[in-house]
């Protein structure tokens, strides 16, 4: 066994690798860009180096440093993690060159599986079942239009080098299929350097259920039983499991013997994941992902395997620690992914200084490599944490989440704390039998419902206001140089009078007048028709605790200016206290700027000062956490100023660019 490894990876994924790397004995070594120079992977690591500026490109994705870090720090493996470098086949090579020893498969391996065409051909001569398409080389527009008549509508088109749901598109009708392709091929070409694209038969519902592979040098190949992924968002995966729900043992073994093949089929060594689609008991091959998933976590509870020392020891030339015989299944596990992102606005990534971050880890697991005062960069995915439960039970696992995001709280950035919380409640989701168009279908009631905030909830953020006043108070007295002034005095007596307290909480268009009027033992609190009584509030770690008509309820809170973050019984608010001052700057007019949506690089201009546009036509192109925005024309009308530039990183609400006024337009 090597004894140093260098993990060429950030975030939570090197955070996940060092903690096993440090209990086998192995001296851990972090690189990181500028963005990262105090983040958790480089403060948990031995040894950290500097590899480059923010951008992937210029330090995760840039070979010469990382190889050139891994010399001078003398490490005998590099592990890759997930993402960045894990499946790049040149990379490996690179460490081959250096005498380093790469932790995942042959450059060989990683070839025959990363062209989704080629892959297919090689699977269907291991006999691993595919959908009708097309996976061959031929491009002809015309060729490929009378394809698709053979295979029959509804199909989907492919990148061949595509991923995550780019350089994708489902066909319905043989008229669409022209523009679909073309769409298709500059997508790929655009986002993978291919224009290549193949053809399958389109399956309505299906679910998407993978099987963990392990491979050595050896010539042995295991599977670790399967994980359902089917819970997805743009075909990205929000919720996995293991095992699939409703998978008989039959098609179990089924898949199970089918991924074996396929990467026996490839001589693959080290963790891979074989990728399926199925539907009405049938399944098909998807594709392979020749490194560790960020799903991993459920498969190692449910056998029991930490699956990142697999892949050391057979990165070091060791026999897989176990055989298929004794590997078992047993309980149920699920994975959520927590995402700095706001799924009411299309999942738009999010930026910013995590001013709270608080995951409940009640018998859970937490994988995160951040901590209350990071900051979410535009440069790297927008995953925060993986929050992981295993029970007995998938009911029982499922619960156990439900009750950690109830006592978990993410401000600061946008999250998706609520939306999951809403999946897990979902009927559908609870019988175990979604397929991948789950929140697709069920966007209104997962993704952008406006439900408003009950008189609990509004009386614990009144509660929450007063106790944050008196703590800010309770501050100042005792730095000031007479702590024990009356003016300091935060008890709410006032002479010949029994004061009330009125809030006028702010939720976009309503308000929700809240009045506080002090009682013998606590507060009496009026919201409309509604009257509670209060007692024994009391502000601990972030969360207001209070006796209301009898019932103890609680509430995470967190006060900036005048916004007032409450989160609830699973459900977050952004509440406003009105600012006169701030509101007596506002000025009419919105339409004559085109403004930042949000935190993001500018990467494409297309437009110039004096050029006259169309309402609806693409200004800017945006780029924050691996997503593309196109931001178009708010009107039609002249361009007066541009304030951006290509390359720049604007703030969210910055302005763009400015029309012409209608006025001068006119003149």
């Not at 999942?347 to 018998?363: E, K, M, Y």
């Amino acid at each position: 066994m090597f004894q140093s490894l260098l993990i060429a990876n950030r975030g939570e994924i090197a955070c996940r690798i060092i903690r096993t790397a440090r209990r086998m004995g192995l001296r851990t070594i972090a690189v990181f860009s500028d963005a990262d120079e105090t983040a958790q992977h480089v403060q948990m690591a031995e040894e950290a180096i500097h590899i480059g500026g923010a951008p992937a490109r210029e330090s995760y994705l840039n070979i010469p440093a990382i190889i050139a870090a891994a010399k001078r720090a003398g490490a005998g493996a590099i592990h890759p993690g997930y993402g960045f470098l894990s499946e790049n086949p040149a990379f490996a090579e690179a460490c081959a060159a250096a005498g380093i020893i790469f932790v995942g498969p042959s450059a060989s391996a990683m070839r025959a599986m990363g062209s989704k065409g080629s892959a297919k051909a090689l699977m269907e001569k291991a006999g691993v079942p595919l959908l009708p398409g097309y996976h061959g080389t031929e491009q002809d527009a015309s060729f490929l239009a009378d394809e698709a008549r053979r295979i029959g509508f509804p199909l989907v088109i492919k990148a061949v080098a595509g991923g995550g749901g780019r350089g994708m598109r489902v066909v319905r009708a043989a008229g669409d299929f022209a523009d679909a392709l073309r769409a298709a091929r500059q997508e790929g070409a655009s986002a993978f350097g291919d224009d290549r694209v193949l053809i399958e038969r389109y399956l309505e519902r299906p679910r998407h259920v993978e099987v963990q592979v392990f491979g050595d040098s050896h010539g042995n190949a295991v599977h670790l039983f399967e994980r359902d992924c089917s819970a997805q968002r743009r075909h990205q995966k929000v919720i996995e499991e293991a095992p699939a729900p409703g998978i008989s043992a039959e098609m179990r073994d089924a898949m199970g013997a089918a991924a074996v093949a396929a990467a026996k089929a490839v001589q693959y060594q080290g963790a891979g994941t074989v990728e399926f689609i199925a539907q009405d008991g049938s399944f098909y091959f998807l594709e392979m992902n020749t490194r560790l998933q960020v799903e991993h976590p459920v498969t190692e509870a449910i056998t029991g395997f930490d699956l990142v020392e697999w892949q050391l020891r057979v990165a070091a030339g060791e026999e897989l620690p176990a055989r298929q015989q004794d590997i078992r299944a047993q309980g149920h596990a699920m994975e959520l992914r927590l995402y700095a992102e706001d799924p009411a606005r299309d999942f738009a990534p999010s930026i910013g200084a995590l001013q709270v971050f608080r995951l409940s880890d009640q018998g859970l697991r937490i994988d995160s490599g951040f901590v209350a005062g990071d900051r979410i960069s535009i440069h790297y995915d927008a995953m925060v944490a993986k929050m992981i439960a295993y029970a007995p039970t998938r009911t029982e696992a499922i619960t156990r989440l439900r009750a950690g995001l109830a006592h978990s709280d993410i401000i600061g950035v946008a999250h998706n704390l609520d939306m999951l919380d809403r999946i897990l409640a979902h009927p559908e989701f609870a019988t175990g039998s979604i397929d991948t168009g789950f929140i697709g279908r069920n966007a209104e009631t997962l993704l952008t419902p406006k439900l408003q905030p009950s008189a609990q909830a509004l009386a614990l953020a009144a509660l929450g206001v007063l106790s944050l006043e008196a703590q800010t108070a309770r501050t100042q007295a005792a730095t000031s140089a007479d702590p024990h002034s009356p003016w300091h005095a935060t008890d709410h007596w006032w002479i010949n009078t029994r004061p009330a307290r009125v809030f006028d909480f702010y939720l976009e268009d309503e308000v929700h007048t809240t009045m506080l009027s002090p009682a013998a033992d606590g507060w009496h609190i009026t919201i409309g028709s509604t009257e509670i009584s209060a007692r024994h509030a009391k502000l601990e770690d972030g969360r207001i605790h209070a006796l209301l008509d009898g019932m103890r309820l609680s509430a995470s809170i967190h006060r900036a200016d005048e916004v007032i973050s409450l989160r609830h019984h699973g459900q977050s608010w952004r509440l406003r206290l009105p600012d006169p001052i701030a509101r007596a700057g506002e000025e009419e007019g919105g339409d004559d700027w085109l403004l930042a949506p949000l935190p993001g690089q500018v990467t494409q201009l297309l437009a110039s000062e004096g050029q006259e546009v169309a309402r609806g036509d693409v200004l800017v192109v945006l780029e924050a956490m691996k997503t593309v925005f196109r931001l178009t024309a708010p009107r039609a009308g002249r361009i007066e100023t541009i304030s951006c530039r290509v390359g720049e990183t604007v703030r969210e609400g910055q302005i763009l660019i400015q029309f012409a006024s209608t006025e001068a337009e006119a003149d």
